[in-house]
């Protein structure tokens, strides 16, 4: 049981260049989401999804895109990376039952 | 005003020492709170869920105040190993099944011998 699984760990962009984070969870949780994290911002919801083909905008959605193929994988896309987009990023998963987040490890993006 | 505001710290106290964060909210229709704890470039996790009554796990001690809406950690004999940044948790009604959470910017701890 690996939980939540998010790769890469690391990662740097050029302005304008496109990316996709990844993230797979294996504990058949309905909710997954992902965040940005900043100094002295805390944690910023980006897009959410509450079920297979189903996700809505968080507080910063811009410049973002998701989907839910699967109850699995929520891998979130970077269109055209600018350098407000560094940022440390973290998917999460939620259980109904008590309401815990399962975070990734996190993935640390920079935009040059 | 931020939904959720923390005091960001840093807080340094010697091992054995007892030290306590508040949380504030601004929503009084908030259902649910959280301290989740943070180590230095780690993810999140979950330290413990507040209740109305105010619950205790080991040396770690949560207490909720509706009326003044704010939500309290107290760490009694403080190790070394509790150093990491603390993050208070709101959920609020709406959004899904699920509701909005929304995260603190963190409270940092720092234990030293």
């Known amino acids: 049981n690996a939980g939540v699984t998010q790769t890469p760990k690391f990662q740097v962009l050029k302005t304008g260049q496109s990316m996709t984070l990844q993230c797979a969870q294996d504990?058949?949780?309905?909710?997954m989401s992902w965040y940005r994290q900043d100094p002295g911002m805390g944690l910023r919801l980006i897009h959410y999804?509450?079920?297979?083909?189903?996700?809505d905008q968080g507080e910063v959605p811009n410049g973002y895109n998701v989907s839910r193929s699967t109850t699995e994988d929520f891998p979130l896309r970077l269109l055209s990376a600018a350098p407000s987009q560094t940022s440390v990023y973290f998917c999460?998963?939620?259980?109904?039952?008590?309401?815990?987040?399962?975070f990734g490890s996190g993935t640390q993006l920079s935009v040059l | 005003r931020k939904e959720v505001e923390q005091d960001p710290g840093p807080f340094n106290v010697p091992e054995g020492a007892t030290v306590a964060f508040n949380c504030t909210y601004s929503?009084?229709?908030?259902?649910?709170f959280f301290w989740y704890r943070q180590d230095c470039r780690k993810e999140p996790k979950l330290l413990m869920s507040?209740?109305?009554s105010g619950n205790e796990d080991g040396r770690f001690t949560a207490q909720l105040n509706r009326a003044s809406q704010y939500i309290s950690l107290l760490i009694r004999d403080s190790k070394l190993s509790d150093s990491a940044t603390y993050l208070c948790?709101?959920?609020?009604?709406?959004?899904?099944?699920?509701?909005?959470?929304?995260f603190g910017q963190g409270t940092i701890l720092t234990v030293h011998p």
């Open positions: 999460a998963s939620i259980t109904g039952e008590n309401e815990k987040l399962f």
């Open positions: 504990m058949n949780h309905e909710y």
């Open positions: 999804s509450v079920g297979a083909g189903i996700t």
């Open positions: 929503n009084s229709a908030s259902q649910s």
């Open positions: 507040v209740y109305s």
């Open positions: 948790v709101v959920k609020n009604a709406g959004g899904t099944s699920y509701g909005k959470l929304t």
